[in-house]
């Protein structure tokens, strides 16, 4: 690990301003996900701003209805919340099905949205990677991608979002609230925060440079029939190979999100107008423009499997 200085931010805003004025900065809060990539040298940076005494660790209800999660909740808490266990049970279970409890207990919800791939030529310093290199080349194109993209990819990367909670709060509306240096605020959909990989994958979000997640909000409850359902090789500690993220109502109609496929959570509103055609259908739609390699390719059939099997319960 390279020498780094530290300093504690005052106030979000506080934080926003130092990141924007040196490019080599990042703000460290958990540090799951930045002090394993700081090991590895993938993450250098020179200077660390801690914002874990932010007071951005509170849970409220919103006047909508809805129920505002700040950015430092740590993902144990907002599993075990009694308003998210009771209204948006989907974003509980996403949770729970992720890293191990020791992880969640220190992982934060902005911290979590904002990880970065798991792809192992991204992990191995020794293989080109666009997104870790820019210019480099992507190794994994021609390499062991089981547990890459299917859609959403490019010439230059086929790294996959590895969040479960993302895939979840795609699938319940949730917006991402910033301020930037100069105080100014602004609500992102999460739909529009992650970009596409393009010929620039490591450019990974709209955020700019300079601009901190505050806090993530979700809209008032939908009900329903709310089931997380992640596929992956191992029973715990293990990222997806496909994910589902589903909201089924009484009347047939719902929401579906999938993880594991893409560069974030995948979601089409035209899919979800084919629930009552069965996961087929869905499936057939949400992934109509995949493009798998031989080693991935059963990611289309296992998500068409995993969300039969949540529409058979839901209706059961």
Known sequence: MKAFTYERASSPTAAAAIIARNPNAKLIAGGTNLLDLMKLQIETPTH?????????????????????????VRNTDLAADKAVRKDYPLLSRALLAG??????????????????????????????????????????????????AVVGASESCIATHPSDMAVAMRALDATVDTVKADGRTRSIPLELLYKAPGTTP???????????????????????TQVYRKVRDRASYAFALVSVAAVVQRDGSGRVALGGVAYKPWREAKAEAQLGSGAKAVIGTLLADAKPTEHNAFKVTLAERALASILAEARS
Not at 48 to 56: F, K, Q
Not at 115 to 125: E, G, N, V
């Open 48 to 72: 660390l701003v801690d914002v874990n005494g932010l007071e951005l660790d509170r849970i409220e209800k919103t006047d909508e209805g809805g129920l505002r999660i700040g950015a430092l």
């Open 202 to 224: 490591h450019v990974e979000t709209t955020l700019e440079r300079g601009e901190v997640i505050t806090s993530v909000t979700l809209p008032k409850p939908i009900g329903g």
């Open 99 to 148: 890293a191990s409890g020791q992880l969640r207990n220190k992982a934060t919800t902005a911290g979590n949205l904002l990880q970065r791939t798991r792809c192992p030529y991204f992990y191995d310093t020794n293989q080109a990677c666009n997104k870790r290199l820019p210019g480099s080349g992507c190794a994994a194109l021609h390499g062991f991608s089981k547990q890459l």
